[in-house]
């Protein structure tokens, strides 16, 4: 049979029904034996697999994907139904995973260093207890996690990778199809329930492949020889026990093997001296898009979901396969009408008897919807596939099955603040404000930590305040492999994330990734682990002496604070550490900034800058706090920062050697800041584009100035003394000097807006004194009026409130001074 199909599963339990075996022996790890009962279970609803990590390793590890219409999945429930033994016999998981680790010893490549399966490669799947070359000959398993230890053998990374046997693609080639896929779907997939001899599909596939493996032998996968030699030793056992009444449920490329005559010693020879891992299994849940072949899954087919609608449809699976898609359609607002899908039907079963197929596929359903439903646009379409011909069904698995203590924690958390796994991608909105949403958010953040990557933060839409987060979440089923990982921390969620942060500090390489460490302890409020991360910080920020490193940590120091304040966490020797850090920033930065290279200039111009930000953040324009009376200094983090960094701005912007770059951004900080009046900045940006000025030195200030996505195209548009100013100096640049400035000033004006860019050349091109709007006598722009008319202005004021989202934003403020946070939200919307 095949591993995944729905006339495969038929046809297994047809025969099964016929054959009344008394006991069936599936191919599949025989350590999850144990885990057959567990398939009965109400609450187990496919697509799930049996995961087998190493119990020292958990990252190393394999899946064994299973389908509702999956023949082993078929094969297990009939056995569970009829109460007759059912038993796994391939090759156990731990030589499997033992293997995986051997091949990395061999090609010096570490578990997180091996490539995932290709597409297509090895549909037996990714892992070396792959049977034949392809889904026919291929086991159900296993799956490399990716990230995790392929298991597959040399061969298949080797040079004759190129060569393996694909027996579905020769066989179709024998029947005249040039695709595979297809001509499997004709013989097997849409055979009905009542066509002809049962076991007639089986002996078919076992005559051709007996044929095949005498043509090709083992197709290229030494490692088949090994796996079906495990076999036959538990099909003789199994003989010995049940006699002949015994079924075998395998992929066919491995039947002509059991089949052959051959020796116990011979078998157990081959078997000698396999490696060993230590492994346990379980059940997990598993993805329609998982099983998918475009997912890397060897053993996956191209349409999951479409294998599922024909093997749960009761009837007439062509007209409702086209209802689901009509469905779909509507909700996404496109006009499908029932005439719609009966023409679509029509068209279906046209194409089919016109390709001589016994019954309208794929293929021919696709291009009836693209036609009808889709008026020739593949756009539509691409959602039809993405939805219903793939899918995004995510199984479940029962609290029964096994699980480390840290799954069962999550599982209880899950459930308690109804946060259910799902496939499909959403997006959720929390509000910190809220008990189960500050709940959900701190899990979120501590499985981060954990490396389970559940859910992404994604910027707010609507919204700057604090108290809110947006998450995009999906679930896969490696994350279950991950949390295994993590379990070596500890056996709750907060524990282990506890020791994963506590641990993450130590072993950061640099304070940046100290206070990074610091802002997600803060986000996933771990009170137990900031204090080791907060002296780890204030011992790594008292030897650094990096300007750029502290200047680079500082930012992530800022928003910790931020985030404190708004969870209500106790920040205070946070404050004291970023306060500090700052100062050394400020005493630091001017002799930093002299006499370095263009590449150096330019970053340490992007830390200047990320300086400015913090500091904004930290010192919040408190008044300044003098515990000890009149006399004593401010405390740190409150008044005085922001006055002291304006000083340290005015040093860089006049000492000569400091690059350019960093002269002009220093410039136009203290422009912003009003610290610096336009007349001073029009002098200051008069002498850096001075006839004496180097050209090249002359368009790196610029570019400090008014490059940098940071608005210096408006203050160009707004200023009409900076635009000439700039206009004078580059109509002035000699010309043998121009092709080496132009680099520079492409670079910095390519970034501004295409509108900015056009009303920056419409002034130039008319020229000074008809530029705008700082003199009197006109606007100078052609249909304009000299005046403002204010009633007309004052017309388009609501609209412009809406498209901004003024009156949202107006009432988050309100929320916020009667939740208590307005104070704390230094950025939020009350500024």
Same mark, same amino acid.
């Given at each position: ?31 999850a034996d144990a885990l057959i009962p567990l398939a009965a279970d109400e609450a187990m609803r496919p697509p ?18 299973? %389908? ?37 010893? =061999? ?17 037996? !799947? ?34 004759? %990778? ?18 595979? *896929? ?58 010995? @026990? ?81 209802t689901k898609v009509a469905g779909l359609l509507r909700e996404e607002d496109r006009i499908v009408s029932s005439?719609?899908?009966? *023409?679509?039907?029509?068209?279906? *079963? ?32 691409? /959602? ?19 699980? $480390? ?27 910190l404000r809220k008990e189960n949403d500050a709940g959900r958010s701190r899990l979120l953040h501590r499985l ?15 919204? =700057?305040?604090?108290?809110?987060? =947006? ?6 089923? *490696? /994350? ?10 500890? =056996? ?39 204090? $080791? ?106 008044? !005085? ?58 368009? $790196? ?5 008014? !490059? ?21 100096? /580059? ?55 000299? @005046? ?44």
């Amino acid at each position: 049979m095949r591993h995944h199909g729905p006339g495969s599963a038929r046809a297994v339990r047809a025969a099964l029904e016929a054959a009344r075996p008394r006991i069936v022996l599936i191919e599949g790890p025989p350590e999850a034996d144990a885990l057959i009962p567990l398939a009965a279970d109400e609450a187990m609803r496919p697509p799930v697999a049996l995961l087998a990590h190493a119990v020292d390793e958990p990252g190393r590890s394999a899946f064994w994907p299973l %389908a509702e219409f999956s023949p082993e999945w078929v094969a297990m429930h009939w056995a569970l139904e009829h109460q007759i033994p059912a038993r796994f016999i391939d090759l156990p998981a731990t030589h499997t995973l033992a293997w995986g680790k051997q091949d990395e010893a =061999t090609s010096g490549a570490g578990p997180g260093e091996r490539d995932e399966p290709e597409a297509g490669a090895q549909p037996g !799947g990714g892992g070396a207890p792959e049977g034949g070359p392809a889904d026919t000959g291929g086991t159900g398993g296993p799956v490399p996690a990716p990230g995790a230890a392929d298991d597959g053998t040399p061969d298949e990374r080797g040079p004759s %990778a190129d060569v393996r046997l694909d027996p579905l693609a020769v066989l179709a080639e024998t029947a005249g199809y040039d695709d595979p *896929e297809r001509w499997w779907e004709d013989v097997v997939e849409h055979r009905g329930s009542g066509d002809g001899d049962v076991f007639a599909p089986f002996a078919g596939l076992e005559e051709a492949m007996g044929a095949l493996r005498e043509t090709y032998g083992s197709g290229g996968h030494e490692r088949d020889l090994v796996r079906e030699a495990y076999m036959r030793l538990q099909l003789r056992s199994a003989q010995r @026990e049940f006699g002949d009444e015994v079924a075998v449920v395998c992929g066919a490329w491995h039947v002509p093997a059991l089949r052959r005559k051959s020796t116990v010693a011979a078998d157990k020879a081959l078997l000698k001296g396999l490696p060993k891992v230590k492994a346990d299994m379980t059940w997990v849940p598993w993805t329609y898009r998982r099983l998918a072949r475009a997912s890397g899954y060897g053993a996956g087919i191209d349409s999951p979901g479409w294998y599922g609608h024909l093997f749960g449809a009761p009837d007439r699976p062509v007209e409702r396969w086209m209802t689901k898609v009509a469905g779909l359609l509507r909700e996404e607002d496109r006009i499908v009408s029932s005439a719609h899908v009966i *023409e679509a039907v029509r068209l279906a *079963e046209t194409l089919a008897a016109m390709r001589g197929r016994p019954l309208a596929g794929l293929s021919e359903t696709t291009d009836a919807v693209r036609a009808v439903m889709c008026e020739g646009s593949d756009v539509p379409l691409a /959602l039809v596939r993405d939805r219903l011909v793939v899918g995004d069904v995510l199984g479940e698995v029962p609290r029964a099955a096994p699980a $480390v203590p840290l799954q069962r924690d999550l599982d209880r958390l899950q459930r308690r603040l109804r946060l259910k796994p799902e496939a499909l991608e959403r997006e959720l909105e929390l509000d910190l404000r809220k008990e189960n949403d500050a709940g959900r958010s701190r899990l979120l953040h501590r499985l981060r930590l954990l490396g389970v990557a559940w859910g992404e933060a994604v910027e707010s839409r609507g919204s =700057t305040g604090t108290f809110r987060e =947006t998450w995009r979440l999906r679930w896969e089923p *490696e /994350l279950s492999v991950r949390v295994a990982e993590a379990g070596v921390w500890g =056996t709750t969620v907060p524990a282990a994330a506890t020791a994963k942060a506590e641990a993450d500090a130590v072993a950061a390489q640099g304070l940046a990734d100290v206070t990074a460490l610091a802002e997600r302890c803060l986000l996933a409020e771990l009170p137990d682990a900031l204090p $080791v991360v907060m002296r780890i910080l204030a011992d790594r920020a008292a030897l650094d002496t990096d300007v750029g490193r502290l200047a680079q940590a500082l930012p992530a120091l800022v928003r910790s604070l931020r985030y404190g304040d708004v969870r209500g966490t106790d920040t205070g020797a946070l404050a004291e550490v970023a306060a500090g850090l700052a100062e050394r920033v400020f005493v630091g930065l001017p002799p930093a900034c002299a006499a370095l290279d263009a590449e150096a200039a330019q970053e340490m111009r992007r830390h200047v800058d990320a300086v400015q930000g913090a500091v904004a953040l930290l010192d919040d324009g408190a008044e300044p706090v003098t515990p000890g009376g009149p006399g004593h200094p401010p405390a740190p983090g409150h008044g !005085g920062l922001r006055s002291r960094w304006h000083g340290v701005l005015r040093v860089l912007s006049a000492r000569e050697s400091v690059p350019g770059a960093i002269r002009g951004r220093a410039v136009r900080l203290l422009l912003d800041d009003g610290e610096l009046a336009q007349e001073e900045a029009a002098r200051l940006m008069g002498l850096a584009l001075s006839p004496g000025t180097p050209p090249t030195d002359a368009a $790196v200030w610029i570019e400090g100035f008014v !490059g940098g996505g940071s608005g210096g195209g408006m203050l160009l548009v707004h200023d009409e003394r900076l635009l000439g100013l700039v206009d004078a100096w /580059l109509t002035g640049v000699p010309g043998e000097a121009f092709t080496d400035v132009l680099p520079l000033l492409r670079r910095t004006f390519s970034a501004y807006e295409p509108g900015v860019r056009r009303t920056l050349g419409e002034l130039v091109r008319r020229g000074p004194g008809q530029r705008g709007s700082t003199g009197a006598g006109g606007s100078g722009i052609p249909g304009f009026g000299a @005046e403002l008319d204010a009633e007309r202005a004052d017309a388009v004021v609501p609209v412009v409130r809406l498209l901004l989202g003024l009156d949202q934003m107006e009432a988050e403020a309100a929320e916020d001074v009667e939740g208590g946070l307005g104070d704390n939200d230094p950025v939020g919307v009350t500024g």
